[in-house]
């Protein structure tokens, strides 16, 4: 076995350095995995097309593998040589938001938690050095791909999980990316009627194919009275606004059921990005606008045992597969707005 390991940094607009990194030793409380598969979210693309720009940066945070060794103290399910999903955000357990539950928006989540010489969660690499709890064991016969994709089926679990859906509730979803598709999926294993709310035809017909009971186009006809004309003139009991469209949003406030709970789940609205709404009905119609951030342990807990129990199929959002030597090709795939997931699979 080579003593170092490749990975990958991005250093400039579609400008990616491969370091060649002495393969670590876990320390205490760590964990050392071997990266078998690593999907290319839309952070990782705003970095490489220079959408963002914070370099160097060692990205890839969708990440599954096997697990390797560990260090003392560790004391995981997952043995080495079995699967697992790596979830590399920082969590450190004693800020506020920790303690309280919100494990997700740790306030400590961008200090450094070990001597890395670049920021980054760094699962764009050969090998991964994480925190015990940052690793989930999974079956040994679910593929990299679809286990790496435990990452984004957490945040949606815990989208789900926070608007509180219930058996027979009508979601409506706007947007048909592979978020608002994940959104569909899991929402229909909840037992909820589901509406898509999607202006690209071929989203459309594949919200349709997933599963959607509804697809309406907002602009033939109008969201409100669409939606309105589905629930018997009631509204949506949850809608999850998957678009980063500031009017999309406040319009699912005209057509939200008494009770209703309207969940802002995409990150990127433009810089300075407002929506204006009545605030009448948070009184008088008891809704609720709230939204959630990537996920929580427990999301992706529940997230890696969907996937390893086969409770729930990722192989639809997996459009293409590329070795780890082509990283720029599966960027350049990735962008592509007819892709869901691409996913880099490492030797
Ligand atoms: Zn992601
Ligand atoms: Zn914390």
């Not at 679990?157 to 009508?170: D, G, H, P, Q, V």
């Amino acid at each position: 076995m080579s003593d170092t390991y490749k990975r990958a940094v991005f250093v400039g607009e579609k400008e990616i350095r491969i370091d060649e990194v002495p393969i670590p030793e876990p320390g205490p409380h760590q964990a050392l995995v071997k990266v078998k598969a690593c999907a290319l979210c839309t952070w990782e693309q705003r970095m490489y097309f220079g959408h963002e720009k914070i370099y160097p940066l060692s990205g890839g945070h969708e990440v599954a593998g096997e697990l390797v060794s560990v260090g003392p103290y560790v004391h995981l399910d997952a043995k080495p040589g079995d699967r697992v999903m790596c979830s590399p955000l920082n969590r450190c357990g004693y800020c506020d938001a920790c303690r309280n539950g919100l494990d997700n928006i740790c306030e400590n989540a961008n200090k450094p938690v070990n001597d890395s010489d670049v920021p980054g969660p760094a699962g764009l690499a050969e090998y991964m050095l994480l925190e015990d709890y940052q690793v989930f064991k999974s079956k040994n016969d679910i593929p990299f791909e679809e286990l790496a994709l435990s990452e984004p089926l957490a945040c949606v679990t815990r989208s789900i999980r926070k608007s509180n859906l219930k058996a027979s509730e009508n979601a409506v979803i706007i947007g048909a990316g592979i978020m608002g598709l994940l959104h569909l999926r899991l929402a229909k294993n909840m037992g909820a009627r589901v509406i898509v709310s999607e202006v690209n035809q071929e989203r459309a017909q594949m919200a349709k194919k997933m599963g959607a009971d509804e697809v309406i186009d907002p602009t033939q006809g109008g969201y409100t009275d669409q939606i309105k004309a589905l629930t018997d003139g009631r509204g949506a009991d949850v809608v999850y606004c998957a678009v980063s469209i500031a009017s999309a949003l406040e319009q699912s406030f005209d057509a939200i059921a008494r009770g209703g709970r309207v969940m802002v789940y995409a990150s990127i609205y433009p810089k300075g990005s407002k929506i204006s709404i009545d605030p009448n009905p948070f009184h008088s119609r008891e809704i609720t606008l709230t939204g959630t951030v990537s996920q929580g342990r427990e999301d992706v807990h529940t997230a890696v045992k969907m996937i390893s129990n086969r409770l729930f199929d990722m192989r639809p959002f997996i459009s293409k597969t590329y070795p780890f030597s082509s990283i720029h090709e599966a960027f350049e795939a990735a962008i592509k707005p007819d892709t869901y997931r691409v996913v880099l699979t490492m030797d």
